[in-house]
């Protein structure tokens, strides 16, 4: 423990903007799960995929003391979700006993490595998407009436028939329908927009992070 | 059938509208029988590849769940990652929570720890003379208050002994992170057994009343004694420095820094002269309380070392500064830094020497004088480096005291102020001696020179220009020679002496202070709660800034006294000539190259081995 008492101070001392405490704390909400579930999915028992998480969040929670924040470098966001991106694609790695890029490696390392591209990282690509899309889903689900919420969840993705949903909810198919689009137009919406905050392209972020507020195509 | 098709602009205005789907019914008419168009208002949410991840991953919510008790868990772990920026107002600067402390003394205890309000943490008595009971403590009364909360007098039923009982104050006791430092620092601070500390002998700290039970020490604090008294007279105050230093010293060994040493934080034993250091550490844990709740936490600022209110990293030479301050206090009746604001409290204990305790008080020993002034040093490096040699000087300092025909006056201790007298003295002596040496070489080289041409280098004091290759000691001329054995005497004598760690000294404390000027003035000025508090506020800001400034340009004139005195000596040891030896860039050597060359281990420069100088 004694890692995460020194990490403390030096965070919130760093984290003085409250845009990049807000980062963090969503940073927190979205890496944890997904970080657990990776090391779950990879066959360790509960509390060393905790233990596999704390560790992570460590280690990304220090490389906030480098942080620099120059417009040029991109976000925070960008940043920490990189650094996150290559910690746990070093551990897959060196899980599945492939040539590592470096588990020990110092967070310039970690925020320089060339995204790799391999087994290891597609999977944890797949995952950080399926984590990005839950976590979107959670935040859309509240703006919505439930049976809006319900048009939506049981005709996509449990994939039952308009008109079998349009009777259980009580409303008419074409009420249906209308609900199913626009929760889903809010679902892209969250989720570009969180993956637009994390792009290590700077351009993208900004050009994202205002204007998306409503989808027009 | 019905032809006519929505635009695309229709359909995306329906996809942004919030309202019940109820109102839409003409669209909803529509798209019950228009495929067309049911497929267009899909693609128009999102494309197809959309539909199909939202499926894909949004089918895996059961699977992905994760347990509720994990969940748990890593939200605890969060709060450790995440905590006070966002959770709780930022932590006060310490010179701004000080200030505040002293302008808003105490407002909340005085409501909440009036005559009988603090009575309703108590549980009813089971004697009918006691005010009430904290578990096994019978409570007989209030002994006093401070900023950690209230003291009462209890008496323990099972042990049969009368203690001391500190009960959190309860915008403290509220706090979790104050609560659980509170209990850790008592804790650590009950691991301190000695003579001169306070012993704790129970901690606890549950939420609703937490408390430490302390010995009853039965007498005065040092601040009553002297307020009632006046100031002590030297024996006494180099019993009582002794003792607290001691106290220190034990709790020092175990990393543990009390942080408010203040008079008013050493009971003196009635009848008996022992005197006995009491919260330990404690200071610390109303660090974490937020300012606008607790009002009052360390209570005053005098006795604050001047690294408390910029560094957060303290170690145990904080503990004597603030001993200093409290000699200081024992010997004069005052407090060494005095202002009648907080604020110029503090700026006078950052930038201002204390006037001499001997000014105040002229019977007090020169010898006490500087071991207070010692204490009150700036610089942690300048003070005493630990509690205990402290106490060894005073030890020593007793015993000349009792016995001035036997026992050896201790070594008087030097505080900056004398330190730089003497090293000025001796820099004059060092300086003339310099010019006069140089002018009496200039000569025998010279007269060297023509008779010995080859070993006149060597034999002006065994500088490595001996080890400096074939060309060079071929090429020794006049001009060369002269240069090189002046330049190679100069370090020599001064590299003993503080003339160069004198000039890097006040470079450094230069930028510290500077440093320091900008740490304090963003802290000062932004936070609304001290604009509001009063216009004085700002007259101190300017205070503080002028007499910074004044205090930077003595600095700064005093450096360059130095540095012009530097120069000439340069100038009248050292006339570089166009003809001197071969740097490797061509350029005119100065002495500063000298210097480092001949600092450098003989072999980096030295091309021929076999005569390596043997002066190092």
Known sequence: ??????????????LRHPDDATAWQEFVE??????FRIAKAKGLQN????????????????AVNEWDPDPDRGTFRGWISQIARNLVIDYLRAKNNRPQTG????????????????????????????????????????????????AFWRTSVQQHSVERVAAELLLTPGAIYIARSRVMARLKQTVLQFASSESHDPTVASRHSGSINRNKP | MNVKHYHDFELSNFLLDDSPPANDSALQQHLE???VCQQQFAELAAAEVWW?????????????????????QLSNSAAIFVPSSLARPSKPHPIQRAALDCENRRPSLATSTSDTAWQHILDPPTHPEMLGRIDQFEIEGKIGSGGMGIVLKGFDRNLNRAVAIKVLAPHLASNGTARQRFAREAQAAAAVVHPNVVPIYAVKSCETRPYIVMQLVSGHSLQTLVQEKGPLNVKEIVRIGIQVADGLAAAHQQGLIHRDIKPANILIEQDVSRVMITDFGLARAT???GITQSGWITGTPHYMSPEQSSVENLDCRTDLFSLGGLLYFLATGREPFRGEKPFAVIQKIITEPPISPRELNSDLPAMISDVIERLLEKKPDDRFQSASAVRQWLENYLAYLQQPMSVPRPQRVLTRRRRRNRNWKLTSIVGSAVMLATAAIWFRVSALNVEY???ASVLAFGSNSAGRGPESSNSLNSGASEFESSSAFLPGLFEDETYFREVEDLDRQISNLEQRVQESVPFAIPNPVVIESSDQVFGEIQDLQSITTRWLEEESLEHDRLQRLLDAQRDQGIQPEDDVPDTSDGQTPNAADFVAEWRKPSGASSEDPTRTSGFE
């Open chain 1, 30 to 35: 979205i890496y944890q799960p997904l970080v």
């Open chain 2, 52 to 72: 199909t991840k939202a499926a894909t991953h949004l089918s895996t919510m059961e699977q992905a769940k994760i347990p509720a008790d994990i969940i748990a």
């Open chain 1, 47 to 62: 509390a060393d995929a905790l233990d596999m998480t704390q560790e992570v969040l460590v280690r990304v929670s220090r």
């Open chain 2, 33 to 35: 029988n228009c495929v």
């Open chain 1, 103 to 150: 588990n020990d490696s110092t967070i310039r390392q970690l925020i320089e490595q060339v995204p790799v591209d391999c087994a290891e990282s597609q999977f944890y690509d797949l995952e950080h998407e399926r984590q990005v899309f839950l976590w979107a889903s959670e935040r859309v689900k509240n703006q919505f009436q439930p049976s809006t919420w319900e």
């Open chain 2, 287 to 289: 660090d974490d309380a």
């Open chain 1, 1 to 14: 423990m004694s890692d995460l008492s020194t990490t403390r101070p030096s965070l919130i001392l760093r």
């Open chain 2, 453 to 455: 041409p080859n070993s």
